[in-house]
């Protein structure tokens, strides 16, 4: 990846903690993926003792898989501490009480490419939305399986490249900094799964449009979300009044019946952690591959 787009974290962590407070109210987008993805759960045979919510945010998934799995564990990780904290005010401290076994619900701040886990500790991880603010997509899934457990689920979401592609056009040419982070494509994502010892990829793709009476307002969302730009290449400070005049310009070639799109294309997928092969003797079958 050009450094220029890699993800600043300290930057991004930054403006998650930033922004916790107001994140839960501006988050419609992400929340809406969180519902479809619980939605998917129905159509999966699964009874996991602990389900990993790689980068949870403020936890918008804590009570969906506590519902769906009632005798499991949910351990919610973030990078930010702030999101941490409000994960884990989502399970009232009187429940916990109640809770026979300890309780239900942990919550651990950490990064996605080193997962402060056991290996194969849990038998879920779930993932929405958070896989594209990591630098390295395939240490990251790479994590993902070392902590899963053999047959053991992942389920996550990401955005494809084709987010945000009306602002990345409006700003195209204005300066020689980035203005809107990059995404990995499906496919590349699907040969990062297989490289991470995954079976069985499956990835769809599913493409929305918010609407937007001006660009101020599109921004104003991003900044709300943490989600504004953090590439290591952007621009070191505000915007002047002209660069953004002429970004408002170039926007408006994409108006329709009055409204300003922002499409987001929404990368959907899961992939197991296949049991260990065994030979007919029982013994542990393991692959040569050549260099």
């Not at 903690?17 to 107001?22: K, L, M, S």
């Not at 194969?120 to 958070?130: D, E, I, P, Q, Y």
């Not at 002047?240 to 929404?266: C, I, M, W």
Request: with cysteine; glycine share 8%.
């Amino acid at each position: 990846m050009n450094d220029a787009w890699a993800v600043d974290k300290r930057q991004a962590r930054r403006s998650f903690e930033d922004t916790a407070a107001t994140y839960d109210a501006s988050a419609v987008l992400q929340n809406e993926v969180c519902r479809r993805m619980l939605g998917r759960l129905d159509y999966i045979r699964l009874e996991p003792a602990l389900v990993l919510d790689a980068g949870s945010g403020t936890g918008n998934a804590v009570g969906g898989l506590l519902a769906r799995w009632p005798r499991a564990r949910v351990i919610a990780l973030d990078f930010a501490l702030a999101m941490v904290q409000r994960a884990r005010a989502r399970r009232p401290w009187w429940r916990k009480l109640l809770e026979r076994n300890g309780p239900r619900l942990a919550a651990l701040c950490g990064d996605l490419e080193q997962l402060p886990l056991a290996p194969g500790c849990a038998g879920m991880v779930w993932s929405n939305l958070a896989v594209q603010w990591v630098n390295e997509p395939q240490r990251a899934f790479g994590e993902m399986h070392r902590v899963l457990a053999p047959g053991g689920l992942l389920l996550f979401s990401s955005f494809g490249p084709d987010t945000l592609k009306e602002l990345r056009a409006a700003f195209e040419g204005v300066d020689r900094h980035t203005h809107v982070n990059r995404f990995v494509d499906m496919h590349d994502i699907g040969d990062m799964l297989v490289a991470c010892g995954f079976a069985d990829p499956v990835m769809d793709i599913e493409v929305v449009t918010l609407t937007y009476d001006d660009v101020r307002g599109l921004m104003r969302d991003l900044k709300a979300i943490g989600s504004h730009n953090v590439t290591r290449g952007r621009r070191p400070g505000l915007a002047g009044t002209s660069l953004l005049a002429q970004v408002t310009r170039n926007y408006e070639a994409f108006r329709r019946d009055g409204k300003l799109p922002a499409t987001f294309e929404v990368v959907y997928g899961h992939a197991w952690k296949p049991q260990p092969r065994v030979s007919p003797s029982c013994r542990p079958v393991i692959d040569i591959r050549p260099r």
